[in-house]
């Protein structure tokens, strides 16, 4: 089992920028990857970002492309979200999300059934 933490919202202006952290716990030896998805009042949760552990390899959905930056510490398993830039439109709680080495099929980063455990996320809310 993994448990995620996630820290570092808050309230910041239009133009501002924030960082969030998600700290993984547990069997963390056995994770893939780690995701970031938010969710809007009134919203589906949608795709933000998201991070192999061995590769490397890094995905961004095309609304977040040039302001937003996700990076790992292997050593302290921890992923990392720098969000520049922020409009109002980014408004939402996020969440961090990890794939466990043992979950089968291929890899989409943006499908939520592809991830096997989720924090309890963290409201950004960035005003106009």
């Known amino acids: 089992q993994v448990q995620l933490v996630e820290s570092g919202g808050g309230l910041v202006q239009a133009g501002g920028s924030l960082r969030l952290s998600c700290a993984a716990s547990?069997?963390?030896?056995?994770?893939?990857?780690m995701g970031w998805f938010r969710q809007a009042p009134g919203k589906e949760r949608e795709f933000v970002a998201a991070?192999?552990?061995?590769?490397?390899?890094?995905y961004y959905a095309d609304s977040v492309k040039g302001r937003f930056t996700i990076s790992r510490d292997n050593a302290k398993n921890t992923v990392y979200l720098q969000m520049n830039s922020l409009k109002p439109e980014d408004t939402a709680v996020y969440y961090c999300?990890?794939?466990?080495?043992?979950?089968?099929?291929?890899?989409?980063?943006?499908?939520?059934?592809?991830?096997?455990?989720w924090g309890k996320g963290t409201l950004v809310t960035v005003s106009s």
């Open positions: 547990g069997r963390t030896f056995s994770n893939y990857a």
């Open positions: 999300a990890c794939r466990d080495r043992a979950h089968s099929g291929p890899y989409y980063p943006q499908f939520t059934y592809d991830y096997d455990y």
């Open positions: 991070i192999t552990w061995s590769g490397g390899n890094i």
